[in-house]
């Protein structure tokens, strides 16, 4: 007799395992509210700020998420990274040291934080992220004209001091650095922006460099992806630590028992997706993701849209 399916959990502060370019199969945490940053990017996925501020504080309970990392790793689910990311800066939140060691008390799955890297400059933050095993900042310019363009950041940010905070993290931290360069086509993407950061980015030794663009859809609609071509030339000047962020290839298919439309909807709403991310993550077929996604819609919680002749959904 075949045994009933369990409810899958419902999490206040995770999602996922969600696909990463960069981390593969990702549990993210959520631990800051939705849109509470220091920048207001012109390509956030995610749209405007809600909230600019570089206040740092216990902005959800480390107890209650520490418990949901346990309850999900108990579950046995395939997650190759615990991901600090979520719909804001994490830098922000005051516990996220905390919550590392706490994660290290769990499971031996190793984390990652997505930083915009903004606070690095402030050694509390530092040693807060010193025992990630990865940590992900992002670097678009070092001229601070083209900084407040690109980031439209919290006024008293300074990029020179953001990256002397790097270069200090840097000095202390075991782990690796992934530095992101996003590149927007018309604004940081000709040769001599690449050359002005180099001498920086060898002061900031990252193990490795990530080239990226605009995939998916902006904040702002001016916020254009530059080609593969652009990438490729933008390779050659950074040297052989750099790369370019491939689309996500899982090195095993997702679980499809027990997905939900609500548990398809928790991805959706925490970035924009194709059918082919979510076929990814969940395990389920086109078809049965189509369904789930076309009852989204009529009941209208989803929206489509195009990007780069791709259709995304989102919330």
Not at 28 to 51: A, E, F, M, W
Request: aromatic share 6%.
């Amino acid at each position: 007799m075949p045994q009933p399916k369990k409810e899958r959990e419902k999490f206040l502060y995770l999602y996922g395992p969600v696909p990463s370019r960069r981390l593969g199969l990702s549990l993210g945490i959520d631990i800051v509210p939705h849109k509470n940053c220091s920048y207001d990017c012109i390509y956030c996925q995610l749209g405007r700020t809600g909230y600019k501020t570089t206040s740092r504080k216990e902005y959800t309970p480390v107890r209650g998420i520490l418990e949901e990392i346990k309850t999900a790793v108990a579950n046995k689910q395939r997650i190759e990274y615990i991901t600090f990311s979520g719909s804001g800066e994490p830098t922000l939140h005051s516990g996220i040291g905390r919550l590392i060691d706490g994660v290290k008390n769990i499971t031996s799955i190793p984390t990652a934080v997505l930083t915009n890297g903004s606070l690095l400059h402030h050694p509390d933050v530092r040693n807060d992220l010193v025992h990630a095993n990865v940590v992900l900042p992002t670097l678009c310019t070092v001229n601070q004209e083209m900084f407040i363009k690109i980031h439209r950041s919290a006024p008293q940010l300074d990029i020179m001091e953001i990256v002397r905070g790097y270069i200090a993290f840097r000095r202390m931290f075991k782990g690796l650095i992934w530095l992101e360069l996003m590149i927007i086509k018309g604004i940081n993407d000709k040769p001599h922006h690449m050359t002005e950061m180099i001498s920086v980015i060898e002061e900031i030794a990252p193990d490795k460099i990530h080239l990226n663009t605009v995939a998916r859809p902006p904040s702002e609609e001016y916020a254009k992806p530059v080609t593969a071509e652009v990438l490729e030339s933008i390779k050659a000047i950074l040297g052989s630590r750099c790369e370019i962020i491939a689309e996500f290839k899982p090195t095993e298919k997702g679980r499809g028992d027990g997905e939900t439309s609500e548990s398809i909807l928790s991805i959706i709403q925490r970035r924009p997706v194709t059918i082919e991310d979510l076929i990814e993550v969940t395990g389920l077929t086109r078809s049965e993701i189509t369904e789930r996604i076309e009852q989204l819609i009529k009941e209208g919680t989803v929206i489509s849209s195009i990007h780069g002749n791709r259709r995304y959904y989102r919330t």
